[in-house]
């Protein structure tokens, strides 16, 4: 989901393709941070909510378990 649609996206990529890859893999680090960061804040009957989107709804695991850790390292 990119704002400005199929357009932003192709603006988003454009720009982020002569971008050294040591900028990307820390910006995918910080990023990966605030959504873990954001997952620990969650309590488990967040993660048992339906979330839809593009005409889709997704329930998460059941007994509200949280997702791994992204990197492999255990969840705090």
Known sequence: MY?????????????GAARPAADLRE????VQRALEETWGRLAPEDWRRPVAGDGITCRGPRGGARPPSLDGRPRR
């Open 3 to 15: 704002e400005g649609g199929q357009r932003g996206r192709d603006l988003s990529i454009d720009r």
């Open 27 to 30: 910006e995918l680090r910080l």
